[in-house]
């Protein structure tokens, strides 16, 4: 809220972010029951208030919203579904809705959660974590050249890999020390490794 609160009305051209869904993923088992993940940390036992949507809405063009499904926002048909192609036997779900404000028909995104074990090679840093790969996609299909985008929940940072390839430039930020660590070495990690060919 806090940042938010620094720009100007429509600042942002884009707004992709995947805020707490209120679900408890951080308490959760996940994968095939192997691994808790955060014991103690409770970032995601509620959902963003409705200030923060008002917010968001007022500070960016247009909104991609993960979880979307869990939140109260505006009717709109535009959802994506991201189908992860899960293999029977794994608890996770077959994939996740995402909502948008653009006036298209829902677009499936097909990208196999099975490549994305190792967390697109880097390791698993936050419990919701998802693939770089699919923020590339949401890019190439939602953002247009010189957008300004921008993500309030950087969580493992995914999402500024996406745009460091792409060339697009992002805002974000991160509440929980950790995870803002943690995405910012993976952020550096991976534009060493870009630079070095």
């Known amino acids: 809220m806090e940042l938010m609160a620094r720009y100007e009305d429509n600042h942002f ?9 209120g679900i408890g993923a951080s308490e959760m088992t996940m994968g095939a029951g192997k691994k808790k993940w955060d014991k103690g940390k409770e970032w995601d036992n509620e959902v963003p208030t409705e200030e923060y949507f008002k917010e968001l809405f007022r500070v960016s063009k247009k909104q991609i919203i993960w979880g979307g499904n ?3 926002l505006p009717i709109q048909r535009g959802w ?10 794994l608890s996770f779900s077959d994939g996740e809705l995402a909502w948008t404000s ?4 829902l677009k499936r995104c097909f990208i196999p959660y099975s490549g994305f074990r190792g967390a697109d090679n880097g390791g698993k840093i936050h419990p919701t974590q998802k693939p770089v ?12 050249e010189g957008n300004k985008i921008l993500d309030t929940h950087l969580g493992s940072g995914s999402i500024a890999l996406a745009c460091h390839n792409l060339g697009f430039d992002l805002t974000a930020c991160e509440l929980d020390k950790d995870y803002y660590l943690a995405a910012t070495k993976r952020l550096k990690e991976h534009q060493q490794q870009l630079t070095m060919f």
């Open 70 to 72: 869990y939140f109260t």
């Open 80 to 89: 994506i579904f991201w189908d992860k192609d899960i293999r029977e036997g």
């Open 102 to 105: 653009f006036d298209r028909v």
């Open 13 to 21: 051209d884009l707004a992709i972010v995947d805020p707490p869904y």
């Open 133 to 144: 790969k699919l923020y590339e996609w949401q890019l190439m299909r939602y953002a247009e």
